[in-house]
């Protein structure tokens, strides 16, 4: 997830969520609904973990423990005997070796495995200002929660069921908390705050990467990157610092792109999404209806970055025929689109996408700037409630139950971590604390403009990475029904990207989803967008001439520190 003030969203809700030793091997296996076994080992935490910016825990506080439960699950036919890990890491300052915070995760790992020959993989979502809660209930962990997206997920009770798009026949998973989240706090004398920053955020992932290779003997495995939204800015920093601290990566997913903080709200990025939603509405104006949604998008796409961008730059000018054809694929009257001084990505004062709540307006609906389709009742109180506050987006407001009440059961009683603290799952104190300036690999500050104004962009970081480590795998997934990091602006990022060697280039795949912001909670496109991880996993690891390249680019860098 992002934040609302970047093109996304926070909030600062609480819920209840965690890991420490090497996850012992040959495990008793429980059910394959995921329940646990005798030999667990529950967790009870008494640490209070403050989420406020001057929060910290006391120095004394630097153990490891966790819980550990196991588990079996089937995937693809196949019975995977795993452990999940429940608990905290802590991370050093790299210079002076002293803890500086203590990083709350799951980990998900496969039983009996080598470490060579089985990958792992690292997931967060974004904000800034989020947990891992939302990726690990929702994508690729063994088990996942139940909702009716794109509807209303109804009050309890709710379901976890077991997960048959579960990523770990392909890949260990780590799920992390970044300070200020879940259970993740500084440890003092730093204070959260110290760790809310791009660069900063970074490099405390990085030192929590490196600590569960040295932990858990991973440092030969094949290594993953797993970030959604901010998760995917957080990705291209992390990846570059990663390399030049020595470890480099396999693969990188980059789930609904925020990459270049200036196209934030580009009419042109977001056409496509818009045309997308009132293709699913049955809005368009455009007869017969297209009957394949990826052809539609690229059509209106091609519109987008030609007759649309020409209208833009000519406004109050305009062709009636454009705009003609700009109504027919949004689906909004000519009249509006020249009041709008055709931008479809404006907002009002408040803060409403004036698409999102005009296009079913006649049907006292707006729809969700998450996903498109979903949509909630925008007239009386309703249409008055603060679009900023309490994750009040059609899209949030119809999972957020489940996900609250699911996460609480599932952390509590499955994987068997206690305590004392809330579990913050959205933080809107990080966000509003969150220091944009950032440092590209040129030395160049890409991060906040003299004015103050985020200009954060990290497509850079990315092509530095990959132009590095030249057999490095990257995904971009995105979903068409998303308005808030819109499919077509995540393409014109990555094309635009200082990226010029085509062989390095080919290693870049963009696929896209008939689903939202979180791609995955819609069933059909989950299932696509694993079977999309498999085949990078699998052309990842299968070369073997390209992994030694990798392992030998990584043991350069160790040797010559």
Same mark, same amino acid.
């Given at each position: 997830m992002t934040n609302s003030s970047s093109a996304a969203k926070t909030s600062s809700k609480t819920s209840s969520k965690t890991p420490s030793g090497t996850p012992p091997t040959g495990s008793s296996s429980g059910s394959s609904? $995921?329940?646990?076994?005798? $030999?667990?080992?529950?967790?009870?935490?008494?640490?209070?973990? %403050?989420?406020?910016?001057?929060?910290?825990?006391?120095a004394t506080q630097t153990d490891e423990n966790a819980a550990i439960t196991h588990h079996s699950a089937v995937i693809g036919g196949k019975t995977i005997d795993y452990t999940a890990t429940a608990g905290h890491l802590v991370i050093v300052d790299p210079s002076s070796s002293k803890p500086d915070a203590k990083l709350f995760y799951v980990a998900f790992t496969q039983d009996n495995q080598t470490e060579e020959s089985r990958p792992v993989t690292f997931f967060y979502n974004g904000g800034p200002g989020?947990?891992?809660?939302?990726?690990?209930? /929702?994508?690729?962990?063994?088990?996942? *929660?139940?909702?009716?997206t794109p509807a209303f997920t109804p009050p309890a009770p709710y379901q976890m069921?077991?997960?048959?798009?579960?990523? @770990?026949?392909?890949?260990?998973?780590?799920? *992390?908390?970044?300070?200020?989240? %879940?259970?993740?706090?500084?440890i003092a004398p730093n204070k959260n705050c110290d760790f809310w920053g791009v660069d900063q955020d970074a490099n405390s992932l990085k030192q929590f990467i490196k600590r569960f290779l040295t932990k858990n003997n991973r440092w030969n495995s094949p290594k993953f990157l797993y970030g959604e939204s901010y998760g995917t800015a957080r990705s291209c920093v992390l990846a570059y610092l990663l390399h030049e601290d020595g470890v480099d990566l396999n693969g990188i997913t980059l789930q609904s792109s925020i990459l270049d903080y200036t196209q934030s709200g580009n009419p042109v990025g977001a056409l496509p999404t818009a045309a997308a939603d009132a293709w699913f509405h049955r809005k368009l104006g455009v007869h017969p209806r297209p009957t394949d949604l990826l052809t539609f998008s690229e059509e209106v796409a091609q519109f987008a970055r030609t007759d649309y961008l020409a209208a833009l730059r000519k406004f109050p000018q305009t062709d009636d025929d454009t705009v003609e054809k700009l109504s027919?694929?949004?689906? *909004?009257?000519?009249?509006?689109?020249? =009041?709008w001084s055709l931008d479809v990505a404006s907002y009002d004062s408040r803060g409403n996408s004036l698409? @999102?709540?005009? @296009?079913?307006?006649?049907? %006292?609906?707006?729809? /969700?700037?998450?996903?498109?389709?979903?949509?909630?009742?925008s007239t009386g109180i309703a249409g008055k409630i603060d679009p900023n506050? %309490?994750?009040?987006?059609?899209?949030?407001? =119809?999972?957020? /139950?489940?996900?609250?009440?699911?996460?609480?059961?599932? @952390?509590n009683e499955q994987l068997k971590f206690t305590s004392t603290s809330s579990f913050t799952d959205l933080n809107d104190q990080a966000f509003a604390n969150w220091d944009f300036h950032h440092t590209d690999p040129t030395g160049a500050q890409k991060g906040v403009d003299a004015k103050g104004n985020i200009i954060l962009y990290t497509a850079g970081d990315l092509a530095a990475v990959m132009a590095l480590n030249i057999d490095l795998k990257v995904l971009s997934a995105n979903g068409f029904y998303d308005f808030v990091t819109p499919f077509y602006q995540t393409v014109l990022d990555l094309q635009q990207m200082p990226l010029i060697d085509k062989t390095v280039r080919a290693n870049l795949t963009a696929k896209f989803y008939p689903s939202g912001h979180m791609i995955y909670l819609d069933g059909g496109s989950r299932t696509q967008l694993k079977a999309d991880l498999a085949k990078?996993?699998?052309?990842?690891?299968?070369?073997?001439?390209?992994? /030694?390249r990798i392992r030998a680019l990584q043991q350069r860098k160790i040797e010559a520190k």
């Open positions: 609904n $995921g329940s646990s076994t005798a $030999g667990d080992q529950p967790y009870f935490d008494p640490t209070a973990y %403050g989420n406020g910016p001057d929060d910290s825990i006391d989020s947990s891992s809660v939302f990726v690990l209930l /929702g994508s690729f962990a063994p088990q996942r *929660i139940k909702t009716s069921e077991d997960n048959p798009d579960s990523l @770990l026949d392909k890949s260990d998973l780590v799920f *992390i908390n970044p300070v200020g989240t %879940g259970y993740s706090a500084a027919e694929y949004t689906g *909004i009257d000519k009249a509006t689109l020249i =009041a698409f @999102l709540t005009t @296009l079913l307006k006649s049907k %006292g609906v707006a729809l /969700g700037s998450y996903d498109g389709r979903v949509t909630a009742i506050s %309490g994750g009040n987006d059609p899209t949030m407001t =119809a999972v957020t /139950g489940v996900y609250t009440a699911m996460w609480n059961e599932y @952390l990078m996993y699998q052309a990842a690891t299968t070369d073997h001439e390209a992994m /030694g």
